[in-house]
């Protein structure tokens, strides 16, 4: 079912502008790099006004990569109290798969993401700027799960194969747009354990 199914006429009108301006985005980005376009340039691509720009998105890394997604207090107390399956992994894939679900609609759009991330240094590092504050949050949450004697080195590592995990499912979305990225995302973790098993 569509995510604009559920929205009102003026909400699906914000939710297309705020596609289009993304996709522009990423279009400057993998033609002329992060640096290479303003947000004047994007406004002009877009055939918005500049104010349009800033009533979506705060800046440049926003309108490119997204907004961070936040995770719902009531799954984050679920996986603590470990749930909802029991199994780490399973759980923390379940926090992923939460927090993808809802940009599932722009399941295309995540190759052309990928591209301009892998194309721009600039980008790479805003990234890696981000996965580091994510991190750190879920490694807390992950602790607080497993208690203060699981080991935070353990907890990163976790967190980079999940990572690793999502790329791939990146690469997947690409092969069979078909599929909603959260099974994409299933399916990654799932080959992964399986051949961690062998």
């Known amino acids: 079912m569509s995510i604009t199914t559920h929205l009102s006429p003026r909400e699906a009108k914000r939710y297309a502008t705020a596609r289009r301006l993304q996709r522009c985005a990423l279009q400057l980005t993998v033609e002329r790099g992060y640096d290479g376009w303003t947000m004047d340039d994007l406004a002009t691509e877009a055939e918005v006004s500049r104010r349009t720009v800033f009533n979506y998105f705060e800046g440049k890394a926003q309108v490119v990569l997204g907004p961070i997604a936040e995770l719902d207090p009531e799954l984050i107390a679920t996986f603590v109290a470990g749930g ?88 997947r979305a690409a092969a069979d747009p078909s599929q909603s990225f959260p099974e994409l995302l299933g399916a990654a973790v799932a080959d992964a354990r399986a051949l961690f098993a062998r």
């Open 84 to 171: 909802p399956t029991g199994d780490l992994v399973d759980d923390l894939v379940c926090l992923a798969q939460c927090a993808t679900e809802e940009g599932s609609e722009d399941i295309d759009a995540l190759p052309a993401v990928r591209e301009a991330i892998i194309k721009d240094g600039r980008l790479l590092a805003l990234v890696h700027e981000r996965f580091e504050t994510i991190t750190e949050m879920l490694a807390e949450v992950l602790r607080e799960r497993e208690g203060s004697s699981f080991p935070a080195g353990r907890a990163r590592l976790l967190l980079r194969l999940l990572l690793i995990c999502l790329d791939d499912a990146v690469e």
